[in-house]
């Protein structure tokens, strides 16, 4: 297929340049056409909740099984509630990426106060992880607009 001589090159491409490692793209289990990507090794799966690398071949029998799964073996690892910490959390405002800090978290709209909530609701210690974009710019036009 197209997508197997393509990754074929590709590969043999990171080899000329020295590279240890090729991100073939998202796989999608339940994608036949993505079923490819599968066949490569040695080849890691990243869990969507602890951003954990598992290999494949580990993760494929949870994959036939269900359509989403963390592939975390510890059954408590799944469930249990992590604490977020959020001085580790790192924002993108203003042009840069910069780290939380109070003085940061004061200077917030109301608005982006009321997201940065729920985003630590859903993503919890996952938060840590990720680089939260806001645009102050924005929101202060539309603040102003409905004054």
């Known amino acids: 297929s197209l997508g197997t001589y393509t990754a074929i090159r ?6 000329v340049l020295g590279r240890k490692h090729y991100y073939m793209g998202f796989y999608i289990h339940s ?13 890691e799966l990243l869990s969507p909740t602890s ?21 975390e073996k510890d059954a408590e690892l799944m469930t249990r509630k992590k604490t977020l910490d959020v001085t580790e959390v790192k924002f993108f405002l203003f042009g840069a990426i910069r ?4 003085g940061l978290a004061e200077s917030l709209s109301r608005k982006s106060k009321a997201m940065l909530a729920a985003y630590y609701e859903v993503c919890d210690k996952n938060a840590e992880n990720m680089v939260v974009v806001l645009n102050e710019d924005e929101e202060e036009e539309e603040s102003s607009d409905d004054e």
């Open 31 to 43: 994608c036949h056409k993505m079923r490819y990507k599968g066949k490569y090794y040695p080849s």
């Open 99 to 102: 780290p939380y800090s109070p």
């Open 10 to 15: 590709e590969l043999q491409l990171c080899g």
């Open 51 to 71: 951003f954990a690398w598992h290999p494949i071949e580990k993760c494929l029998p949870f994959l036939d099984q269900h359509k989403f799964h963390t592939f």
